[in-house]
């Protein structure tokens, strides 16, 4: 057990609806990672937030988004679902401001967009 | 061409066997990330690299920046360690980070 907890753990619905994913980092923590594994595209990281603030962003799509709250956890809103977004998502989180850190991942969240 | 690249894709090896995977990439990077892979699903951050080499207990983590290239060493492999193995490689673009990811290499150890 990494510390990192996530819910749900599985999400189905329909295209063109709007979802949330949630992070809880381990304990003392600071920095949020979220990532996204496809089948066709692998894992792609996604977006960091450390200690409230967005520090680092990769291939996040505009209909994506996300925050990191005063109590540390983070959410992943992904909005205007498409067939494509079906996928695990992972949130990972770390001590330190640098991506360069050793993360702690969660169990993911797996969404069906149906 | 992908920026980072992972060899072999699949791996089966003997309980005991030596394992060896490798990880090039194309970018310039400022550390690169081994990650393991359990088949249900879950992530486990193995090493964090910029320089030489790192072991942790029967793994083995080098890398040679000016070949862009890493590997990862098993000794003495075990049924548990059947995975899948992915390396990150973590590229600066601005003033910020970005991670990109090899496709995996999955492993799988008989016994």
Known sequence: DSGVTQTPKHLITATGQRVTLRCSPRSGDLSVYWYQQSLDQGLQFLI??????ERAKGNILERFSAQQFPDLHSEL???????????LYFCASSLLTSITGTQYFG???????L | KNEVEQSPQNLTAQEGEFI????SYSVGISALHWLQQHPGGGIVSLFML???????????ATINIQEKHSSLHITA?????SAVYICAVLYYGGSQGNLIFGKGTKLSVKP
């Open chain 1, 77 to 87: 809103n992904l909005s205007s679902l498409e067939l494509g977004d079906s996928a």
């Open chain 2, 50 to 60: 910029s320089s030489g080499k790192k072991k942790h207990g029967r793994l083995i």
């Open chain 1, 48 to 53: 960091q937030y450390y200690n409230g603030e």
């Open chain 2, 77 to 81: 492999s075990h049924p548990r360690d």
């Open chain 2, 20 to 23: 060896t995977i490798n990880c």
């Open chain 1, 107 to 113: 169990p993911g969240t797996r969404l069906t967009v």
